[in-house]
């Protein structure tokens, strides 16, 4: 069954938030250091302070009740999903997922021109906002995959279009291999390619240069993974607890992960963690973290893949032709890991050229 959700945060929570903020205990920090040691307090301050005192959650709650917004349940574990249908009745279906620390918010400023040719169907993955939380352990990329292939599968869309970055450049992919029959095709604009010593490729001195970030990666885990990994029960006490915690903790990819031509306007950040403070999600969207499958998926349907220059790693094309059968590569100077934010217009008109490269299937609603 598929029941209609409207967004309404109780006021009573938006209050306990600001009373949280104005009581925040400030650590002391070294003077000069930058951002040596975390994330700099006086910005920090200045996010927190702008959250308390300008920031408007019910503007974002209207401008996000706009659209169509569902819930159902899959596999004992509601999801909520956004659906926006195009006005062109041949339109090719599109499931679109985000990663983390972002939320189906991360596709506000791409569905108008998406939508010009394709449904839309922006669910929320378990654990994730109003998806959220987690009932049981388990919930790894592909179990979520089989979960969007049973969601599209009670929408009516037979043959549909997968669309994914980080979490959800792996889901996209396992999407594409657990449902091949229906998935004509995934686009990543993620995918990390590791090295492979037995790869018979011939490889540029870009690429190179490329594998020298992602070996540094690999050997040193970046905090926030390894702790989400190992530990997101003691890691989701400080960021249920603390609004300032959940705020800098997500705050803090969205500084190093984007492209400093492209930056992320704050109250679009500020939204983003407000989605997670108050739907008490950060524990169980760090699950995800412990419960994905290592290691890459077979994904035997086309694959398009946008490399956004500024962006955690950059694949290598040699590596993942060996993996995936890639019949669309981009490379962009501008953009980082929150494409769809950053370059709505370049993410747009890519995933668009892609899947309009596939041509002939075609899904209409059941």
Known sequence: MITPFRIDIPQADLDDLGDRLSRTRWPDELPGVGWDYGFPRKRLQELAERWRDSYDWRAYEDRLNEFDHFTTEIDGQTIHFMHVRSSNPDALPLILTHGWPGSFLEFLDVIEPLSREHHLVIPSIPGYGFSGPTTEPGWGTTRIARAWAELMDRLGYRRYGAQGGDFGAGISLALGAVAAESVVGVHVNYLPTRPDPDADVALTESDEA??????????????????????????????????????????????????????????????????????????????????????????????????????????????????????HWSEFDRGGHFAAMEVPDLFAADVGEFFGSLGADRCLAG
């Open 210 to 327: 490329r594998l020298v970030t992602v070996r540094h990666m690999m050997a040193n885990r970046p905090p926030y993974q390894a702790l989400q990994a190992a530990t997101p029960q003691t890691i989701g006490y400080a960021l249920t607890d603390s609004p300032v915690a959940q705020l800098a903790w997500i705050a803090e990819r969205f500084a190093h992960w984007t492209d400093p031509a492209t930056p992320v306007d704050d109250d679009r950040i500020l939204t983003d963690v407000s989605l997670y403070w108050l739907t008490a999600t950060a524990a169980s969207s760090a699950r995800l973290h412990h419960d994905t499958e290592r290691g890459s998926v077979r994904c035997p349907v086309p694959v398009g893949v946008a490399v956004f220059g500024h962006d955690i790693t950059l694949s290598i094309r040699p590596l993942a032709q060996r993996l995936y059968d890639i019949r």
